[in-house]
């Protein structure tokens, strides 16, 4: 199943070229938080009713719909720094997602597909880069969780650009400020939900900007796998409904600049489109 929000962060099914709008047949016009995060939280009951009543509900064509970021209020983002070997040799680093652990990313720098990411002014000179990752959404509330049960609390999948200031010689901030800024968390198109993904270790992604490859990449290579990032996370803090995990970016991370569009393609998922502009 694949579940997004559009326009104005509606619940939408998205089949084929369409999206139908099944909130109202969920949540009977309740105002939520987060469509999404309601919906995750009870998957079991609602999933049925979604499939066999969706034909019921207002249809769009995707075309024509702004779609959002498929989690429009997660409570975290916790992201894993340095999970592919080909991404530790580019950076010239000593360790790894499995010594380094994770860092955390502020919720209010998601923006959805065709939002523009918008480099700083006070940032005017720093490198800025893009940074292609698979991200999944935790379907249950998770703590110690063991890697072999890792599946049976994660919701669903969805790509994610993890935009990127570095440091240079006269800075370097906290990982989490150079990741927190507003728009530098671009998530899309939508979530395609765990029953629908064949197998999630093995994933093909790609980040191209102005239509050139610049990275690409298969999950199998990550350092820590999924279930090992649920297993470590979990054994940390409190993992929670519509929770995102951001699993780490392979080799060929580079500047973007104004004017410049970043794409990505996830294999079982689809694709998604930002432009860069300037502040």
């Not at 079991?44 to 769009?60: G, L, V």
């Not at 010239?92 to 002014?121: E, Y």
């Not at 820590?224 to 929770?243: F, K, M, N, Q, R």
Request: proline share 6%.
């Amino acid at each position: 199943m694949k579940i997004a929000l559009f326009n104005d962060f509606q619940l939408g099914l998205v089949r084929g070229d369409k999206v139908y709008d099944v909130g109202g047949l969920l949540f009977n016009e309740k105002k939520t938080l987060c469509p999404m995060v309601e919906l995750v939280r009870s998957y079991d009951t609602y999933k049925e009713i979604i499939e066999s009543r969706y034909t019921e509900c207002e249809a769009f064509n995707i075309a024509e719909v702004r779609l959002r970021q498929p989690v429009s209020r997660p409570g975290k983002i916790v992201a894993a720094p340095v999970n592919y070997l080909s991404h530790k040799k580019e950076m010239n680093v000593q360790h790894t997602a499995r010594g380094l652990g994770f860092f955390l990313k502020a919720n209010t720098s998601i923006i959805g597909p065709n939002d523009p990411i918008i480099l700083p002014a006070s940032k005017h000179g720093r490198r800025i880069d893009h940074e292609l990752e698979l991200a999944f959404i935790i379907g249950k509330k998770a703590k110690n969780v063991k890697a072999e049960d890792a599946r049976h609390y994660i919701f669903g999948f969805t790509g994610l650009n993890d935009v990127t200031l570095r440091p240079d010689e006269h800075n370097e901030e906290e990982r989490c400020l150079r990741k927190s800024f507003d728009t530098f968390t671009p998530m899309g198109p939508w979530i395609t939900t765990l029953e629908d993904i064949p197998d999630y270790t093995n994933i093909n992604m790609d980040l191209k900007v102005n239509g050139e490859i610049r990275q690409q990449v298969n999950t199998k290579d990550m350092v820590c796998g999924i279930a090992e990032l649920v297993e470590i996370y979990s054994h940390v803090l409190t993992l929670e409904p519509g929770d995102i995990i951001a699993t780490g970016t392979p080799e060929g991370v580079a500047p973007i600049k104004p004017g410049d569009t970043v794409t990505i393609t996830i294999e079982h998922i689809g694709a998604f489109s930002n432009p860069v502009t300037a502040e």
